[in-house]
């Protein structure tokens, strides 16, 4: 016969191994249905499926691109991708303005609507451009995308593959 006391430590140790089961064997969902994410991700940039690193970053409140060659010219903002990533030639409506604050200076940067994969969500999001050559990613994703469904687990990196439906149409 198994003791109380015994028995009451058999059943925690079983809870908290199957918690750690369940946190590393199902990395994809989180509590509510969030999907889950790591500190870096690939992500596609549709219509033009222009696959790049995001960096993940809560601390961000929007999200900014990697835009060279940056001009604005009749209400149309025409950039470059960075040549490691297709150096495409594009150009998209200005949407407007964002003041950004970033390591004590301000910027205002242009902002432009995009489509983004990530996972298999396919979001339209709003993203301001700038020269992003100092820093490791080309594409910092912020609070603005997160808030529609993810959590961040910084423990993990590449976690989440993009495959919307979107990526395997013609």
């Given at each position: 016969?198994?003791?109380?006391?015994?028995?009451?430590g058999?059943?925690?140790?079983?809870?908290?191994?199957?918690?750690?089961?369940?946190?590393?064997?199902?990395p994809?969902?989180?509590?509510?249905?969030d999907?889950?994410?790591?500190?870096?991700?690939?992500?596609?940039?549709?219509?033009?499926?222009?696959?790049?690193?995001?960096?993940?970053?809560?601390?961000a409140?929007?999200?900014?691109l990697?835009?060279?060659?940056?001009?604005?010219?009749?209400?149309?903002?025409e950039?470059?991708i960075?040549?490691i990533?297709?150096?495409?030639?594009m150009?998209l409506?200005?949407?407007?303005w964002?003041?950004?604050?970033?390591?004590g200076?301000?910027?205002?940067r242009?902002?432009?609507?995009?489509?983004i994969?990530i996972?298999?969500?396919h979001l339209?999001?709003?993203?301001?451009l700038?020269?992003?050559?100092?820093?490791?990613?080309p594409?910092l994703?912020?609070?603005d995308?997160?808030?529609?469904?993810?959590?961040?687990?910084?423990?993990?990196?590449?976690?989440?593959?993009?495959?919307?439906?979107e990526?395997?149409?013609p």
């Amino acid at each position: 016969m198994v003791k109380p006391l015994r028995m009451r430590g058999i059943i925690c140790r079983m809870a908290i191994s199957l918690t750690i089961i369940i946190a590393f064997c199902v990395p994809s969902v989180g509590a509510q249905g969030d999907m889950v994410i790591g500190a870096v991700e690939n992500i596609v940039l549709m219509p033009e499926k222009i696959s790049l690193p995001a960096r993940i970053d809560t601390g961000a409140a929007t999200t900014s691109l990697d835009a060279r060659e940056l001009a604005i010219r009749d209400g149309m903002v025409e950039f470059r991708i960075p040549d490691i990533y297709g150096g495409k030639q594009m150009q998209l409506p200005l949407k407007g303005w964002k003041q950004i604050k970033s390591s004590g200076a301000e910027q205002r940067r242009p902002v432009v609507e995009m489509g983004i994969c990530i996972g298999d969500k396919h979001l339209r999001i709003d993203i301001n451009l700038t020269d992003r050559s100092r820093v490791q990613y080309p594409l910092l994703i912020g609070r603005d995308v997160l808030e529609k469904g993810f959590i961040v687990d910084v423990r993990k990196m590449h976690s989440l593959p993009p495959h919307c439906r979107e990526l395997t149409r013609p």
